[in-house]
């Protein structure tokens, strides 16, 4: 395992290098352009995150703001935009003078204080980058001390957890936060988030438009027959609610629900779904959508429930035994963090950044395979399918960073994963989920 992490971190290693040669390779071609288009400077303007994690929450929001800000002072012209495992970035010309940009660029680094995570490099049209150090100015203190940057970072200062959650808080102010889930646009949403988790394709191991994954038992016909019963199992979520009934009919909703799944289809297609989609909904209905208040909602709602009618031998509750794992049942107690901390937010940011849909929902899968406790995989192939789902979502995270076609990496995963008898039908669940809040949020 030790040799495997490493092998993983000299590969990543390269990627960054390889990303800086190819931003290099495109300012280049942006000097050329700037100077036959009668430009004065180039500017860079990228972002300045520490560790691995480039593509943050609110770093696109952050980068436009800081393009919006630039041309009232020197007028620009974008040439290039792209992203990359670095992050978001773009490449401008100017007409305003080297030093007079850098100074404009500085001013916009300095003013505000999320502006400590963008780095806008200016650049003479020979090439050579204006610094501080031009303006008589010192160098940029660290995030987190006033302590020279540089030197914080060649030191190793600050521990990485510090260092994000300071990251965290300079970007929160530019996080999308949707504040309203109405219950009955959510129910509706929640069995189109079904269809589109399911149409979603390739997927590794799971049902989609190509095959059956590693699920033997199942159809895409099958599957779309059990998502079209949903509609009933929510009315009669709402349906309860107004008639302000016992938590124990939203269960009975529920146990009817599997049975006509199970009538319909003879098999487990939405189980897991079932209940989180019914979780969420019982919740967004006691807080009338406020979405601040879901997952404290979530919580507690899963809290009576397990509380209730934990059953004790049941696949998943031997498996959580065994393996010391919390599972769906710890993921629902604890609000849902793998769609709300993890999910959502990332899918949100990939959307709002102008990636396409079915990209941005490979972009979800992969970041959900590295946070979702999917005792599925763990039922069907121990551990180590677990360890298995957390390597490949990471390298689909820097694929999809990196700007690659996912569709022959995931296919390769798929029949890899179908020989193996492995599948993630926890992550299906929570991307379905994340599909209908983003489509009910408002």
Same mark, same amino acid.
């Given at each position: 395992?030790?040799?495997?992490?490493s092998?993983?971190?000299?590969?990543?290693?390269t990627a960054?290098?390889?990303a800086?040669?190819?931003?290099?390779?495109?300012?280049q071609?942006?000097?050329?352009?700037?100077s036959?288009?009668?430009a004065a400077?180039?500017?860079?303007?990228?972002t300045?995150?520490?560790?691995?994690e480039?593509h943050?929450?609110?770093l696109t929001r952050?980068?436009?703001g800081?393009?919006?800000?630039?041309p009232?002072?020197i007028?620009l012209e974008?040439l290039?935009t792209?992203?990359?495992l670095?992050?978001?970035?773009?490449?401008?010309?100017?007409?305003? +003078? =080297?030093?007079?940009?850098?100074?404009a660029?500085?001013?916009i680094?300095?003013?505000?204080? $999320?502006?400590?995570? !963008? @780095? *806008?490099?200016?650049?003479?049209l020979?090439g050579?980058q204006?610094?501080?150090?031009?303006?008589g100015l010192?160098?940029?203190?660290?995030?987190?001390?006033?302590?020279?940057?540089?030197?914080?970072?060649?030191l190793?200062?600050?521990?990485?957890?510090?260092?994000r959650?300071?990251?965290?808080?300079?970007?929160?102010?530019?996080?999308? +936060? =949707?504040?309203?889930?109405?219950?009955h646009l959510?129910a509706?949403n929640?069995?189109r988030g $079904?269809?589109?988790? !399911? @149409? *979603?394709?390739?997927?590794?191991g799971?049902v989609d438009?190509?095959?059956?994954?590693?699920?033997?038992?199942?159809?895409?016909?099958?599957?779309?027959?059990?998502a079209?019963l949903l509609p009933?199992?929510?009315d009669?979520?709402?349906r309860?609610?107004?008639e302000?009934?016992?938590?124990?009919?939203?269960?009975?909703a529920?146990?009817?629900?599997?049975?006509r799944?199970?009538?319909?289809?003879?098999?487990?297609?939405?189980?897991?779904?079932i209940?989180?989609s019914?979780?969420?909904?019982?919740?967004a209905?006691?807080v009338?959508?406020r979405?601040p208040?879901?997952?404290?909602?979530?919580?507690d709602?899963?809290?009576?429930?397990?509380?209730?009618?934990?059953?004790s031998?049941s696949?998943?509750?031997g498996?959580?035994?065994?393996h010391?794992?919390g599972g769906?049942?710890?993921?629902a107690?604890?609000?849902?963090p793998?769609?709300?901390?993890?999910?959502?937010?990332?899918?949100?940011?990939?959307?709002?950044?102008?990636?396409?849909?079915?990209?941005?929902s490979?972009y979800?899968?992969?970041i959900?395979?590295?946070?979702v406790?999917?005792?599925?995989?763990?039922r069907?192939?121990?551990?180590?399918?677990l360890?298995?789902?957390?390597?490949?979502?990471?390298?689909?995270?820097?694929?999809l960073e990196?700007?690659q076609?996912p569709?022959?990496?995931?296919?390769?995963?798929n029949?890899?994963?179908?020989?193996?008898?492995?599948?993630?039908?926890?992550?299906a669940d929570?991307?379905?989920?994340?599909?209908?809040?983003?489509?009910?949020?408002?």
């Open positions: 395992m030790w040799f495997a992490a092998v993983n971190d000299r590969d990543l290693k960054l290098l390889q800086r040669d190819i931003r290099q390779l495109e300012l071609r942006a000097l050329d352009r700037a036959a288009q009668g400077a180039v500017i860079t303007i990228s300045n995150v520490p560790g691995q480039k943050q929450p609110g952050l980068l436009h800081a393009e919006q800000s630039l009232e002072a007028g974008r290039f792209g992203r990359d670095l992050g978001p970035w773009h490449v401008a010309a100017s007409r305003a +003078s =080297p030093l007079d940009a850098k100074r660029a500085v001013a680094e300095t003013d505000f204080p $999320a502006g400590r995570l !963008l @780095d *806008l490099d200016v650049y003479r020979d050579a204006i610094d501080r150090a031009a303006l010192p160098p940029r203190v660290c995030l987190i001390c006033l302590e020279p940057a540089r030197e914080c970072i060649l190793q200062r600050h521990a990485v957890a510090e260092l959650a300071r990251v965290n808080a300079l970007l929160q102010p530019f996080v999308p +936060s =949707p504040a309203r889930c109405l219950p959510l509706t929640l069995v $079904a269809h589109l988790e !399911l @149409d *979603l394709t390739p997927k590794p799971l438009r190509h095959d059956s994954g590693s699920h033997t038992d199942l159809t895409h016909e099958g599957m779309r027959a059990s079209d009933r199992y929510f009669g979520i709402l309860c609610f107004r302000q009934s016992p938590l124990e009919d939203f269960v009975q529920g146990i009817d629900a599997e049975s799944m199970i009538r319909t289809i003879h098999s487990n297609a939405h189980r897991g779904f209940f989180l019914g979780l969420v909904l019982m919740a209905c006691e009338d959508g979405i208040l879901l997952r404290p909602a979530i919580s709602l899963a809290t009576r429930f397990f509380a209730r009618h934990a059953p031998d696949h998943g509750a498996i959580r035994n065994r010391a794992l769906i049942r710890a993921e107690q604890q609000g849902l793998a769609v709300f901390e993890h999910g959502w937010p990332r899918y949100r940011e990939a959307l709002e950044a102008g990636w396409g849909t079915e990209h941005a490979f979800l899968m992969a959900l395979m590295q946070r406790e999917d005792t599925t995989a763990v069907r192939c121990g551990l180590a399918g360890a298995h789902l957390r390597t490949d979502g990471a390298r689909l995270q820097r694929l990196q700007g076609a569709e022959p990496t995931l296919a390769a995963l029949a890899e994963y179908r020989q193996m008898g492995l599948t993630m039908g926890g992550v929570c991307m379905a989920l994340t599909f209908a809040l983003q489509g009910a949020a408002s």
